[in-house]
């Protein structure tokens, strides 16, 4: 029972007056380096509906960056989160552990790919996650080298930002980074030169070759990559990438991390990305949708690589925090009972079916791409120069906005246009989220 009527409805111009105030506000004292998508304040949240200050309701189509798979107010969520604060709200793991932590961590064992032993921590964030993967990789192997993509995301902190692609807005200014990153040629099929039938294998030989000419493998820690890249651009890595890959890794005493900290949680149509071609990571990261909406993130992976650390050489003050690990476990059962991944699958069915149809009308889409319920357009200025058309992705998700509907861009040139509904969202819903963005490519 969701408590939002699941219906939109504008009630005011979009911010309206309540926004525009809380806005002064915010401008006034929150740091101008944090910003956001629309200058919408919101009130409450649920299904596939965010209800502003104002009393307009906006069909989400951004589940908050991928987070709120289940809704932002998924009833097995709010009640056992609610349950554990009222019993405690933190003792530190490190201090007097909980059940709550143990129990989340026997669910990434069930849930993850791979039916080899497993062992988990957990942290606050994805790029928490991200920066452990790299410490307990680089423990196990004896290593430093740490490789990554191009068009990466794997966050902000300081070794993430070292890891992560793009400049703008991410690191500019903000170095010296991390040593030891080395970045190599990401399967991009859409923008491949040779076209995207040559792109798995040539982008995977370049990697690899680079990988053994450059770095030495013998000298690399880890390969870390988003088996769907996510703030890159939705990039569905061309076939073939990322097994090639994996097995390089492997027959090189390397660990593969599938950072899945977007893609995991039925996001793409099955529990985990990585599954779509059989891949089974050595250690997983993973986040945003573990657990509904409150900060919690892991990393996940063979027992003896998540062994490999010293006692006390992981962990941190808030570490699988009891509310967040009694919140996952409420997201996880209603990812189960709902068959989310299977919901992620019709998603993807439903926003193909009409984005494809919207790209035969209009050229300024170049690209319908992603899986399950991560799903993108790319837009361009011309079908065969391909060049991008960052100024169309941010009118028309203006213009969204406007018409409420949260939509979000991403992407390395500013050009994509990213839909990320929660699973639970419903198809009346969903169809007229794709119905605003049909009219606004018209009107554009
Ligand atoms: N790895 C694959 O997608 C977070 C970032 C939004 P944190 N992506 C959203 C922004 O502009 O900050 C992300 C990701 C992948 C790691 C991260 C980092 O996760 O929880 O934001 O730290």
Redesign the pocket.
């Known amino acids: 029972m969701i408590a939002i009527p699941q219906e939109r409805r504008l009630v005011t111009a979009v911010p309206g007056p309540k926004s525009q105030e809380l806005q002064a506000r915010r401008t006034a004292t929150v740091a101008a380096g944090v910003s956001s998508t629309m200058p919408v304040f919101a009130e409450r949240a649920g299904g596939g509906i965010v209800e502003d200050v104002d009393g307009n309701r906006l069909i989400d189509f951004g589940s908050g960056?991928a987070v709120t798979t289940v809704g932002s107010s998924a009833e097995a969520v709010v009640r056992r989160a609610s349950a554990q604060l009222a019993d405690f709200t933190h003792t530190c793991f490190m201090v007097t552990p909980y059940e709550e932590y143990v129990e989340v961590c026997e669910q990434l064992a069930a849930l993850t790919p791979g039916d080899h032993a497993k062992k988990s921590a957990l942290f606050n964030?994805?790029?928490?996650a991200?920066e452990n993967a790299v410490k307990i990789a680089r423990s196990y192997t004896k290593r430093q080298a740490v490789v990554v993509v191009d068009h990466a995301?794997?966050?902000?902190t300081n070794l993430?930002m070292a890891l992560t692609a793009k400049n703008m807005p991410y690191k500019n200014g903000f170095g010296p980074f991390a040593p030891e990153v080395y970045r190599v040629p990401m399967a991009y099929p859409y923008r491949w030169p040779t076209g995207p039938e040559n792109c798995g294998p040539e982008a995977s030989a370049q990697a690899i070759e680079q990988i053994t000419k450059q770095i030495g493998a013998q000298n690399v820690a880890a390969i870390i990559v988003?088996p769907l890249l996510?703030?890159g651009g939705f990039i569905e890595p061309a076939k073939g990438f990322l097994p090639a890959l994996a097995a390089f890794a492997k027959d090189n005493g390397i660990v593969f991390v599938a950072?899945e900290?977007?893609s995991g949680f039925c996001r793409t149509g099955a529990w985990f990305a990585c599954e779509d071609e059989g891949i089974v990571p050595d250690l997983i990261t993973t986040?945003?949708g573990i657990a509904g909406g409150l900060p919690l993130?892991a990393v996940t992976g063979r027992a003896e690589i998540m062994d490999a650390a010293h006692a006390s050489g992981l962990g941190g003050t808030y570490g699988g925090n009891p509310v967040a690990c009694a919140a996952a476990l409420g997201a996880i059962e209603t990812m189960r009972e709902l068959d989310l991944p299977a919901k992620a699958r019709r998603i993807e069915e439903v926003m193909k079916g009409r984005l494809t149809a919207m790209s035969e009308k209009y050229d300024v889409i170049g690209d319908v791409r992603g899986r399950g319920a991560m799903i993108a357009v790319e837009l361009v200025k011309d079908r065969t120069t391909k060049e991008p058309a960052a100024d169309v992705a941010g009118a028309l998700a203006k213009a969204c906005h406007q018409a409420g509907l949260v939509v979000l861009t991403c992407g390395t040139f500013g050009n994509v246009l990213r839909f990320l509904p929660p699973l639970v969202i419903g198809e009346d819903l969903l169809a007229e989220g794709l119905d605003i963005i049909e009219e606004k490519l018209a009107e554009l």
């Open positions: 960056i964030s994805g790029a928490e991200v995301y794997h966050g902000r993430t988003e996510g703030e950072d900290v977007q986040a945003k993130a």
